[in-house]
């Protein structure tokens, strides 16, 4: 993608992902993980560019931003309470988090939702890392909107295949 094409919000955005450690290819491995059975020849290339393609959508960009915030926010200590110990401890019960990445399911239909919950439960590749509480980061909001993408990227690949049957 060129840079000219490329608005503002998406470019901070991409920015912020990869300033918190998050690679395309970090997601689209996440897109294989959960593709992989259904789609017999499936290439990371077409990984890629199914992440490439939600992350160029404004709804995406903005989960990305307002969440990467909160979690800086709360690293740093910037939150007033209980809102700071909520995030910093990222509460099983809080949710917010979990509703902000809904918005970017929502983006490609309810297969979305299927794909979201078995990766936020599995926790596999990056999500593993943006999950250890001892790396002094918190990504209360990052891990599940990064889960939320490669949910999003998934039901668009499975949109666009071929019938099988």
Known sequence: MAKSEVSLTEQVAREWLLKRGVKIEDIANLVMYLQADYHENLQMEDCIYNVERVLSKREVQNAILTGIQLDLLAEKKLLEEPLQTIIAKDEGLYGVDEVLAFSIVNVYGSIGFT????????????????????????????????????????????????KTD
């Open 115 to 162: 794909n979201y919950g078995y990766v936020d439960k599995q926790k596999p590749g990056i999500l593993k890392s943006l999950n250890d509480k001892t790396s002094g980061h918190v990504h209360t909001f990052l891990d599940d909107i990064v889960g939320a993408i490669a949910a999003a990227a998934s039901s668009r690949l499975a949109h666009r295949a071929e």
